[in-house]
Structure formats: structure tokens, C-alpha cells
């Protein structure tokens, strides 16, 4: 059982940055492939940055250029550097881990953030 804790989350201003941290534990952390996703009010959750085991990464095209997702395997843990903060990236961050084999997913609890105008 893997469990993931998130961190950073908070209130910041538009224009601003903030660093969300995941910290894995319970698995091998290097051979999950590792997400940010959100969740805004009323909206369905949506993926946000994902990094591979090999370190390959993909982007949502809002955030594409703004947000960076890191990953440091010695330290079980996944980064969502975010900068140039807009109040529509308001919402829920959650953290994920996805095993291809066995087939298992894990999610973290959330942390919020708030960008305000």
C-alpha cells in the first residue's frame, strides 16, 4: 500500500508561485509514474503535469510553460513547480501514483490552492 501526502498548497496572489511537494511511501517509488491533477469547484478533476519512470513529462496546455513536475527518486518524492499563478488554476491538487504492473493507482488527499485576483 503506497501512501502519498501532499504539501505547499496555499494563498497566493495572481503572478505569483507556489511548490507542491508529494512524498511517497509504502512502494517502490521509481517505478511509478507519477501526475498532478486538480479538481475546481464543480468542475471534474483533470490531469495537470505527469512524469514517467524514465523522466519523460507531459503537460495540460493551460499550465504548458507555467508549471514544472519533478521528480526525485532517492527521495520518494514529485515537485509541481508552478509560476505565473492564475486565479483559474484555483482548485484542488491531488497527488497520483500509477503502477503499470500490477495494474494499482494511488491517490494522495489533496491540497488546496487559492490564487487570488
Known amino acids: 500500500q503506497v501512501q502519498l501526502v501532499e504539501s505547499g498548497g496555499g494563498l497566493v496572489q495572481a503572478g505569483g508561485s507556489l511548490r507542491l511537494s508529494c512524498a511517497a511511501s509504502?512502494?517502490?517509488?521509481?517505478?511509478?509514474?507519477m501526475g498532478w491533477y486538480r479538481q475546481a469547484p464543480g468542475k471534474q478533476r483533470e490531469l495537470v503535469a505527469a512524469?514517467?519512470?524514465?523522466?519523460?513529462?507531459n503537460y495540460a496546455g493551460s499550465v504548458k510553460g507555467r508549471f514544472t513536475i519533478s521528480r526525485d527518486n532517492a527521495e520518494s518524492t514529485v515537485y509541481l513547480q508552478m509560476n505565473s499563478l492564475k486565479p483559474e488554476d484555483t482548485a484542488i491538487y491531488y497527488c497520483?501514483?500509477?503502477?503499470?504492473?500490477?495494474?494499482?493507482?494511488?491517490w494522495g488527499q489533496g491540497t488546496q490552492v487559492t490564487v487570488s485576483s
Open positions: 509504502g512502494g517502490i517509488f521509481r517505478l511509478f509514474a
Open positions: 497520483n501514483a500509477v503502477s503499470i504492473v500490477p495494474s494499482v493507482s494511488y
Open positions: 512524469i514517467a519512470t524514465s523522466g519523460s513529462t
